[in-house]
């Protein structure tokens, strides 16, 4: 295969020059994740974050109790690290953030050894210091794919100076070839395509309840195509996803569902089918493969 997007001034590929070229599908991309198990690392990070220092150590009992809650573990760190003292030594003490995003709560937890993440892994139905305070994450995770490093620590930089103390760089998000990918916590949206430029404006937007349907991929607490189906709807005009009150879903044959929508006090009903883009390199270190593309017709 010839690839015939993506390279740089430098002739160098980048996925997500290629993804931006090829106007990749965006929306349906949000990682399913209900539950979000945030742990403060220095790093380095590895690929996995469970074989990182200090969690490789409880890999097993760790993730056993994040798959019992639904959760979804990532690595994070302030942009300009506080944890570290004047000498760059970590904090003998590192947060830990328990995200429900059906609930819209954060529980906040410190861990100093192994055994403290696996104890608080099992808290997610008695959180620690809840509060609704957002948690925004953007993908820095340079040893999954050079986009997220490149694009990711800008897009984090520039966020902290409109956002500060909530913004948290973090590990792999999904979508690489959608770097800069942000996800804004508790209530699970996620964004990709985002740049020094976009990303305050979209980030505000968002909060102030404007949700831009070009850059959102979804949210974490619904499937891909209930994801496709609301941005979808939110195209009507006076729409805007915190009216979204309910969704529901149910299969229509090979690849298809029908599903409804409850906003501003009606259900919208459409009908979501999927195929695949053609064979096409998705990451930076990835081979080849095949995308899913959402499409939405009213019923």
């Given at each position: 295969?010839?690839?015939?997007?993506?390279?740089?001034?430098?002739?160098?590929?980048?996925?997500?020059?290629?993804?931006?070229?090829?106007?990749?599908?965006?929306?349906?991309?949000?990682?399913?994740?209900?539950?979000?198990?945030?742990?403060?690392?220095?790093?380095?990070?590895?690929?996995?974050?469970?074989?990182?220092?200090?969690?490789?150590?409880?890999?097993?009992?760790?993730?056993?109790?994040?798959?019992?809650?639904?959760?979804?573990?990532?690595?994070?760190?302030?942009?300009?690290?506080?944890?570290?003292?004047?000498?760059?030594?970590?904090?003998?003490?590192?947060?830990?953030?328990?995200?429900?995003?059906?609930?819209?709560?954060?529980?906040?937890?410190?861990?100093?050894?192994?055994?403290?993440?696996?104890?608080?892994?099992?808290?997610?139905?008695?959180?620690?210091?809840?509060?609704?305070?957002?948690?925004?994450?953007?993908?820095?995770?340079?040893?999954?794919?050079?986009?997220?490093?490149?694009?990711?620590?800008?897009?984090?930089?520039?966020?902290?100076?409109?956002?500060?103390?909530?913004?948290?760089?973090?590990?792999?998000?999904?979508?690489?070839?959608?770097?800069?990918?942000?996800?804004?916590?508790?209530?699970?949206?996620?964004?990709?395509?985002?740049?020094?430029?976009?990303?305050?404006?979209?980030?505000?937007?968002?909060?102030?309840?404007?949700?831009?349907?070009?850059?959102?991929?979804?949210?974490?607490t619904w499937t891909s195509q209930?994801?496709?189906?609301?941005?979808?709807?939110?195209?009507?005009?006076?729409?805007?996803?915190?009216?979204?009150?309910?969704?529901?879903?149910?299969?229509?044959?090979?690849?298809?569902?029908?599903?409804?929508?409850?906003?501003?006090?009606?259900?919208?009903?459409?009908?979501?089918?999927?195929?695949?883009?053609?064979?096409?390199?998705?990451?930076?270190?990835?081979?080849?493969?095949?995308?899913?593309v959402w499409h939405v017709a009213?019923?």
């Amino acid at each position: 295969m010839i690839e015939q997007h993506g390279f740089d001034e430098h002739g160098r590929w980048r996925c997500s020059l290629a993804a931006r070229e090829r106007a990749d599908q965006r929306v349906g991309t949000a990682v399913p994740a209900p539950r979000w198990f945030l742990v403060g690392h220095p790093g380095p990070w590895p690929r996995q974050p469970q074989a990182a220092a200090g969690l490789v150590e409880v890999a097993e009992p760790l993730m056993a109790a994040l798959g019992r809650a639904g959760a979804r573990l990532q690595l994070v760190r302030r942009h300009r690290r506080p944890h570290e003292d004047a000498a760059g030594v970590p904090h003998p003490d590192q947060p830990v953030m328990l995200v429900d995003s059906r609930a819209g709560t954060v529980g906040h937890g410190t861990w100093r050894e192994p055994g403290d993440l696996v104890a608080l892994a099992e808290r997610f139905d008695d959180p620690p210091e809840r509060s609704d305070e957002p948690v925004v994450l953007v993908c820095a995770h340079g040893r999954r794919d050079v986009c997220c490093a490149i694009e990711g620590r800008v897009v984090a930089a520039v966020l902290d100076d409109v956002l500060p103390g909530a913004v948290w760089e973090t590990t792999h998000l999904g979508g690489d070839r959608f770097a800069a990918n942000v996800a804004y916590l508790p209530e699970g949206s996620m964004f990709g395509g985002l740049d020094g430029s976009t990303a305050p404006e979209v980030l505000l937007a968002h909060l102030d309840g404007r949700t831009d349907l070009g850059f959102w991929r979804g949210r974490s607490t619904w499937t891909s195509q209930v994801q496709a189906a609301v941005a979808d709807v939110l195209r009507e005009p006076g729409l805007s996803l915190p009216g979204v009150t309910g969704v529901g879903q149910h299969g229509d044959g090979a690849d298809a569902w029908v599903v409804t929508v409850d906003v501003a006090g009606v259900r919208r009903v459409r009908r979501v089918t999927r195929t695949l883009t053609t064979p096409r390199r998705l990451t930076c270190q990835a081979g080849v493969g095949q995308a899913a593309v959402w499409h939405v017709a009213p019923l």
